[in-house]
């Protein structure tokens, strides 16, 4: 299976309503690495490393989040695997 890596920002109503430990929950059920964050314009960064097919169902949950957020965007960057993560953090 080809390893891959997405490179998201999620915009809408994404922080204060649990988004980056839902994302981070659903990372890990899926045998994700990478990391989410809160950025100060209100949107959350987010990287995902591993399978394709994982990955996509990751970004279609982002696209719907946990039940208290309105997600309006996600904006995706497919980049090259790095292999750089050893599991699935919240940054700060």
Same mark, same amino acid.
């Given at each position: ?18 988004? /980056? !430990?839902?994302?981070?929950? %659903? ?7 990478? @990391? ?6 209100? =949107? ?18 982002? /696209? !719907?989040?946990?039940?208290? %957020? ?7 960057? @497919? ?6 993560? =050893? ?6």
């Amino acid at each position: 299976m080809k390893m891959t890596r997405a490179e998201l920002i999620i915009r809408g109503r994404v922080q204060g309503v649990f988004y /980056r !430990q839902s994302t981070r929950e %659903a990372a890990i059920r899926l045998g994700l690495t990478g @990391w989410t964050r809160n950025n100060p314009d209100g =949107s959350v960064a987010t990287v995902f490393e591993g399978e394709k097919p994982q990955i996509d169902q990751a970004i279609t949950w982002c /696209r !719907q989040g946990p039940p208290a %957020a309105r997600v309006t965007e996600v904006e995706v960057v @497919w980049a090259a695997f790095r292999n750089e993560f =050893s599991g699935f953090h919240i940054r700060s």
